[in-house]
Nanobody
Framework: EVQLAESGGGMVQPGGSLRLSCVAS????????MSWVRQAPGKGPEWVSA????????YYADSVKGRFTISRDNAKNTVYLRMNKLKSEDTAVYYC????????????WGQGTQVTVSS
């Protein structure tokens, strides 16, 4: 069974930090590019960050560049999102997404983890 299990969300004050984790199982993790996508209340999904299979290439939305860091540990089938200098506008449900970069048509979503930035 394919699973993407996010954790690490919570409530934090502006300027604070959180680290999200996404543990994958049921598919060949090293063949998949991994992304984080968020959805704020009343808004559409927003792509946040992505990382390639080997972890040596990373990509960020302009809104988080310089504050967020994506990484992956292929030995642990886990992708992380380190979020620093959090702002109220970062409040959203954060979803982990897996996309097979070798075989077309395979993509998976996690259930999401809530991040709330508020004083």
């Amino acid at each position: 069974e394919v699973q993407l299990a996010e954790s690490g969300g919570g409530m934090v004050q502006p300027g604070g930090s959180l680290r999200l984790s996404c543990v994958a199982s049921g598919f060949p993790f090293t063949l998949f590019g991994m992304s984080w996508v968020r959805q704020a209340p009343g808004k559409g999904p927003e792509w946040v960050s992505a990382i390639n299979m080997g972890g040596d290439m990373t990509y960020y939305a302009d809104s988080v560049k310089g504050r967020f860091t994506i990484s992956r540990d292929n030995a642990k089938n886990t992708v992380y999102l380190r979020m620093n200098k959090l702002k109220s506008e970062d409040t959203a449900v954060y979803y982990c997404h897996a996309l097979n970069l070798v075989v077309a048509g395979q993509a998976y979503w996690g259930q999401g983890t809530q991040v709330t930035v508020s004083s």
